[in-house]
């Protein structure tokens, strides 16, 4: 962090950029690969149809992941703000948009970082396997003493809150850093050092007796999953929450690139390496599942997993009995500690940029005030015995019900009653060297919204027929249903909070010099 | 591994690693536009 005095209140600050274009795309990969990438991919892939997933995948990638993840570019670097600015100078009447965007990333970031917190325990529990031989009764027991009802409890647990605060601290440091020495930096280090030690752990895990099984288990295709929308549905919903569009990241990323920048082809390149990552997570996990059905005289399917039972049951009993456990475990929680990391700070970013530009703050202050204000609710309510409840039901709400439906109120309204889609399809082409022009349009304004609709309608009628996973009415009516509902509220008051005399909205004279080169290019 | 995995493997491979590798090769042989480059550094205060 450097200390150059601060620029006088006359003389706007100019808006941070990337640097290159290399760092752009190594931080949207880093955000893009996350935790999911590694422990959900995998068992999507296998419950899917295995290898016969693949099609619906690809088809899902091609026709609305990437699809969107330019919409957000376009948006972004267009519009040249964070999510709620960059929205307002597409629309007045958008802005709230924004501020939903911001506000799931506000939900998201608080319970994201206890996971990481969890894994950055995990990869010194590796060393001595300090889960013995009953890795299930550990994690919930003695490390995160989950209490038996769900509720909401002060009765911290300092095994979690601590590491907690540790990763707290990082990111505020690399927060408060920026983009350049922050952002870019800890991507530029993190992200290779991620890709490294999960090769290292995928080849480790192929030479395990019993991999081939797992892999068998894992690319044999069963085609009459094709014929199930439920697979199809499946493949969407994964490719939706595996890019991270729709909430605000890219948008806020993309705002921070050079005007004369290759979006399309960028983008690209970032939606093909998160795929890879995934299918070389497939491939690591399965051949270490394989080897854990083996060892246990079972078959692969008695002991797939997802999300924290892999990472945090299944994977520490291969840990206790693979040879060199402690190194696989190592790497593996490593791995998950850097990419969660570099997927944390791209969702702080958004609430970041979104109070810079409100409120005409500088990145010091806006940084602090956010990061330490996301740190106190993640600390205040995760660490605690009833934290893993309310992890859950609000990653199950936020993501149906903030991301989905968000996504399919922007889409809808970006496409069909604003009416905006030609105007950023030019502005993708302009520069780009992947043009998409009519078949993205139709893409962003048909495909997605349909693919959207169905996944919302599917959590709705499934999150209203029964309680969620059977917890108390009272607690998903507050931290689901309730939650789910505030961010729409609150979206809309910030929204009529004026801005900031110095913000950005107001006075802004890069974005004037654009808009205006824009106006005169358009004329030629 | 069964022939049928192996084969389904190396398409998955093929399809979604090459479509990484064709991504670059496309972004190498348009680089960034230097012209615009020489910009002033945005402070980081």
């Excluded at chain 1, 605690?384 to 993501?399: C, I, K, R």
């Excluded at chain 1, 105007?423 to 993205?440: F, Q």
Aim: aromatic fraction near 14%.
């Amino acid at each position: 962090m450097s200390t150059s005095s601060p620029a006088s209140p006359d003389t706007p600050v100019k808006r941070e950029t990337f640097s290159s274009r290399r760092l752009f795309i190594l931080s949207a990969i880093g955000s893009a690969v996350g935790l999911g990438n590694i422990w959900r991919f995998p068992y999507i892939a296998y419950d899917n149809g295995g290898g016969a997933f693949l099609i619906p995948y690809l088809v899902a990638l091609l026709s609305a992941g990437i699809p969107l993840l330019f919409l957000d570019y376009a948006v972004g670097h267009k519009f040249r703000g964070s999510a709620p600015l960059a929205y307002r100078r597409l629309h007045r009447a958008a802005e709230p948009l924004g501020w939903w965007q911001v506000l799931v990333c506000f939900v998201i970031a608080a319970y994201y970082a206890v996971i990481i917190a969890w894994a950055l325990m995990y990869t010194i529990f590796s060393f001595t396997e300090a889960w013995g031989d009953d890795a299930e009764g550990f994690f919930f027991g003695n490390f995160l003493a989950v209490a038996e009802a769900p509720g909401l409890g002060f009765e911290f647990v300092p095994s979690v809150f601590f590491p907690l605060l540790l990763i707290w601290a990082a990111v505020i440091l690399i927060m408060v850093a920026g983009i350049r020495k922050g952002i870019s930096r800890a991507n530029a280090v993190l992200l290779p050092l991620l890709v490294v030690m999960f090769v290292l752990l995928v080849i480790q895990a192929l030479f395990l007796p019993g991999a081939a099984e797992g892999l068998n288990a894992f690319f044999t295709p069963d085609w009459s999953a094709l014929a199930d929308p439920g697979v199809w549905a499946a493949a969407y919903g994964h490719i939706f929450f595996s890019l991270s569009v729709g909430y605000g990241i890219m948008v806020t990323y993309s705002s921070y690139l050079k005007r004369r920048t290759d979006l399309t082809g960028s983008g690209m390149v970032v939606a093909f390496s998160n795929s890879g990552f995934e299918i070389l997570a497939g491939i690591g996990v399965f051949a270490a599942l394989g080897f854990m059905a083996q060892a246990a005289g079972t078959g692969v399917n008695d002991v797939v997993t997802q999300g924290i039972g892999l990472a945090f049951v299944a994977f520490p009993t291969i840990v206790s009995q693979a040879p060199f456990g402690a190194v696989m475990g190592v790497l593996f929680f490593g791995s998950l500690v850097f990419a969660g990391i570099t997927s944390l700070i791209s969702v702080l970013e958004v609430i970041v940029a979104a109070v810079q530009d409100k409120l005409g703050w500088g990145r010091v202050k806006a940084s602090l005030v956010v990061s330490i204000l996301v740190a106190a609710v993640s600390l205040a309510f995760f660490p605690t015995s009833t934290g893993l409840y309310l992890l859950d039901t609000s990653d199950a709400f936020v993501n149906s019900f903030g991301i989905t439906l968000g996504a399919l109120v922007t889409v809808v309204v970006l496409a069909w009653f604003l009416r905006k889609l030609p105007l950023l399809s030019a502005h993708l082409n302009r520069i780009s060297t992947v043009k998409m022009r009519g078949t993205w349009m139709v893409l962003v304004a048909a495909v997605v919204p349909l693919a959207l609709i169905y996944m919302v309608a599917n959590e709705f009628i499934s999150k209203i027929s029964t309680t969620y996973e059977g917890y108390p009415e009272w607690f998903v009516g507050v931290f689901g249903w309730g939650m789910s509902g505030a961010l729409v509220l609150v979206a809309l008051v910030l929204t009529f909070i004026p801005w900031s005399r110095r913000s950005k909205a107001h006075d802004d004279p890069e974005y004037d010099a654009l808009v205006e080169e824009d106006a005169k290019e358009a004329a030629l | 591994m069964t022939p049928i995995a192996i084969t389904m493997m190396i398409i998955a491979i093929v399809t979604v690693w090459g479509g990484l590798a064709l991504a670059l090769l496309n972004l190498k042989r348009h680089p960034e536009d230097e012209g615009a480059l020489p910009e002033e550094p945005a402070r980081e205060l």
